[in-house]
């Protein structure tokens, strides 16, 4: 698989908003399903947001009606919109291509991006 390539992140205060981008340019996009992860200092990675091959989405309570994730197959590339940003959306932010979507769940494959990190100030 053609490793993914995260951009977009950044500093920005609490309440606002970036966009992250992941791009797999020579891949086989439009079949892949695909999430965004997220890890913050001496914590697990968690799923943040998860999008099927058909377009279905899954998110985390925690950024639930504050993210959206989309795709662009034209593009080869995912896409997470954040706003209303929080100081605990601080962390390291990882694409992750070619999973699985089973139950309405994203199943992350070993594919993974280098990550953007995402630092939300007071």
């Known amino acids: 698989q053609v490793q993914p390539v995260e951009s977009g992140g950044g500093l920005v205060q609490a309440g606002g908003s970036l966009r992250l981008s992941c791009a797999a340019p020579?891949?086989?996009?439009?079949?892949?399903?695909m999430g965004w992860y997220r890890q913050a200092p001496g914590k697990q990675r968690e799923l943040v947001a998860g999008i099927s091959s058909g377009g279905r989405t899954k998110y985390a309570d925690s950024v639930k009606g504050r993210f959206t994730i989309s795709r662009d197959n034209a593009k080869k590339t995912m896409y997470l919109e954040m706003n209303s940003l929080k100081l605990e959306d601080t962390a390291v932010y990882y694409c992750n291509t070619g999973g699985s979507w089973y139950s309405g769940n994203y199943y992350p494959s070993n594919n993974w991006g280098q990550g953007t990190q995402v630092t939300v100030s007071s």
């Open positions: 020579g891949s086989i996009f439009n079949i892949y399903s």
